[in-house]
């Protein structure tokens, strides 16, 4: 078996470095019916936008399975898993509280506590109750206020259980991906609308860490956001400054509101009609103090000057690929890190998912997912090197513990360390997870 290279002197393996495994309330949980119709259920009704016109309704049935996936969690020996909590299983559509709804996370929190593992949960993970959908979704402001109060409800809950919380994961693909490309909920198709939404989880995330920081103050409070580091296809300076347009608007649009309380200067050039609409007092909140930083990455992104845009994506094939057509470059994860940290004044980072879809299959019993391996221990790698130039990352996620449903590619893509057979909810453990096993005890053995 293939094992990571970390070697037992990294500062990785010390023991206050977080090992852990991440999933996602829509993509595992399963049990439709005991919660409220999401954003996402709407979505995979519509023809031709899930690949294989699949839907969360079953997907891993985690919450039937979740004893056993909690019990192979701490077979692989992680010290954190990070979850997302469904706004739509845990609260009814009259703002009041789903009591079984959030049994069912309070039993799971507890086991976790039992077995020493630190719960981080996401209270927004892309499931957007429907009926607020229905109202306008991100395109309505007071969609921000309602996901403050749906915080300050549940967190009273589950506070005394809960280690770390994110406000939300990767606005990002909410807003751009679902508002402005339309290939995930809701599917709309508007630049404007993608600005919008944008600002509005922006302003979401600022009005919940409030919320957080009163109700929840020795927990750490902070957000999720994704990055893909930006290339340009050649030397020239039009390149240059189409890669750095892409930058701004893709991954620093999320980021220098927090961080610096204004968007990036690329908002300068966009058309007025686009522009998000600012109240008065809205970005000394989206400013709100974090205490972390979590940061998902995958893959990087190589940019040309186009005709009439501000930049335009160049797919290459100069490095291998992910089942997802994803440029395989633990490089640019390095350049990602130490270009933040030297660009702003960091809060604590957790690298909050990193991880690859391969074609896996079962033979013997085993999945030998060597090129998943490869793909994390170089990863891994790259996290080391950031750490020794001053990146204050204390943990690393997987991303997933289990394969599950991946939006709008369905069940055709498999990201889980864990093996699922979706007929017989069948879990196996990849060599992946045997080899973070095996990392997870030598650290413990260090």
């Known amino acids: 078996m293939k094992h990571f290279r970390l070697a037992t002197t990294s500062n990785m393996m010390q023991p206050d470095f977080i090992f852990g495994v991440a999933t996602s309330s829509y993509q595992i949980e399963g049990a439709r019916n005991t919660r409220l119709k999401a954003n996402w259920d709407s979505f995979c009704e519509k023809d031709g936008v899930i690949a294989d016109s699949s839907n969360g309704d079953v997907s891993c049935e985690h919450i039937a399975h979740w004893q056993q996936d909690v019990a192979i969690m701490a077979d ?6 990070r979850l997302s909590l469904s706004w739509c299983r845990v609260m009814l559509e009259d703002g009041t509280v789903n009591l079984e709804g959030v049994k069912f996370y309070i039993n799971l929190f507890q086991a976790l506590k039992a077995h020493g593992i630190k719960t981080f949960v996401t209270f927004y993970h892309w499931d957007l109750p429907d009926y607020l959908d229905s109202q306008g979704g991100w395109l309505n402001r007071q969609t921000a206020y309602e996901f403050a109060n749906y915080v300050e409800t549940i967190a009273p809950y589950i506070s005394p259980y809960v280690d770390s919380f994110a406000t939300l994961n990767e606005p990002f693909c909410s807003a751009y991906l679902g508002y ?3 290939i995930h909920a809701p599917g709309h198709t508007s630049q404007k609308g993608g600005r919008i939404a944008a600002h509005n989880l922006l302003l979401a995330h600022g009005l919940a860490m409030e919320v957080l ?5 020795s927990t750490e409070n902070g957000i999720v956001l994704n990055f893909s580091p930006c290339y340009p296809l050649t030397n020239s300076d039009q390149d240059a400054v189409a890669c750095r347009h892409a930058d701004e608007y893709l991954n620093l649009w999320y980021l220098t509101p927090l961080l610096e309380g204004r968007y990036p200067d690329i908002a300068d050039l966009l058309p007025d009609d686009v522009k998000p609409e600012i109240a008065e007092g809205d970005m000394a909140i989206i400013a709100a103090p974090l205490d972390f930083i979590g940061i998902n990455y995958y893959t990087r992104k190589v940019y040309q000057a186009g005709n009439n845009v501000l930049f335009k994506e160049v797919n290459t094939n100069e490095y291998a690929k992910t089942a997802m057509g994803w440029e395989i470059v633990p490089s640019a994860f390095f350049d990602l890190l130490t270009d933040l940290n030297n660009r702003f004044e960091l809060p604590n980072i957790y690298i909050t998912e990193n991880g690859a879809a391969f074609d896996d299959d079962i033979l013997d019993g085993e999945v030998n997912d060597s090129a998943r391996i490869d793909y994390i221990d170089e990863h891994l790698l790259a996290v080391e090197q950031a750490i020794q130039h001053g990146v204050p990352i204390k943990g690393y996620f997987v991303w997933s513990l289990l394969d599950n449903f991946e939006w709008s590619e369905g069940y055709t893509k498999r990201f889980g360390i864990v093996h699922v057979d ?16 095996a990392l997870i005890n030598a650290r413990n053995s260090n």
């Open 76 to 81: 692989i020996g992680v010290d954190a898993y």
């Open 180 to 182: 402005e490309l339309g």
């Open 213 to 217: 920081n009163r109700l929840s103050p």
């Open 422 to 437: 979706y007929k017989t909810q069948k879990r196996t453990l990849k060599q992946s997870a045997l080899a973070y096993k």
